[in-house]
């Protein structure tokens, strides 16, 4: 029995196929691996250096861009799994203080506004 799966999609692939699939050359693969920059985890044996597909697939989809203004493109197209969605970003944290600007206040705030009737 072996321990490494045979399905094409689970398996190791070497520095060179990695380069190839992020568009580099093998010695920028190396460098960025030596230098602890951003890439896939990577396994020693020995000597070689080697890439878990999926990790790689992973990686590849999570530093996917989506367009600006356009349709999302599904989640975990490259087999990634689901990511949560985008977080939501609250309009105020907190409502304005007397003194403080409040949203949409058109620059004064209640407290520095003249009363309505006086000018």
Same mark, same amino acid.
Not at 1 to 12: G, V, Y
Not at 36 to 54: A, C, E, M, N, S
């Given at each position: 029995?072996?321990? @490494?799966?045979? $399905?094409?999609?689970?398996?190791?692939i070497? !520095? !060179? *196929?990695?380069?190839? /699939?992020?568009?580099?050359?093998?010695?920028?693969?190396?460098?960025? /691996? /030596? *230098?602890?920059?951003?890439?896939?985890?990577?396994?020693?044996?020995?000597?070689? @250096?080697?890439?878990?597909?999926?990790?790689?697939?992973?990686? @590849?989809?999570?530093?996917?861009?989506?367009?600006a203004?356009?349709?999302? +493109?599904?989640?975990? +197209?490259?087999?990634?799994?689901?990511?949560? *969605? $985008?977080?939501?970003?609250?309009?105020?944290?907190?409502?304005?203080?007397?003194? !403080?600007?409040?949203?949409? *206040?058109?620059?004064?705030?209640?407290?520095? /506004?003249?009363?309505e009737?006086?000018?």
């Open positions: 029995m072996s321990c @490494i799966p045979q $399905d094409d999609n689970e398996r190791f070497t !520095e !060179e *196929e990695l380069a190839a /699939r992020l568009g580099y050359n093998v010695e920028h693969v190396q460098r960025l /691996r /030596r *230098e602890g920059k951003d890439l896939p985890p990577h396994y020693v044996f020995g000597r070689k @250096i080697r890439y878990w597909l999926p990790d790689v697939l992973l990686w @590849i989809d999570a530093h996917r861009v989506p367009p203004g356009g349709p999302k +493109a599904p989640v975990g +197209a490259l087999g990634g799994g689901s990511r949560p *969605e $985008d977080p939501q970003v609250p309009q105020a944290a907190h409502p304005a203080q007397p003194g !403080e600007l409040a949203p949409g *206040e058109g620059g004064k705030s209640a407290a520095l /506004r003249e009363p009737g006086r000018a």
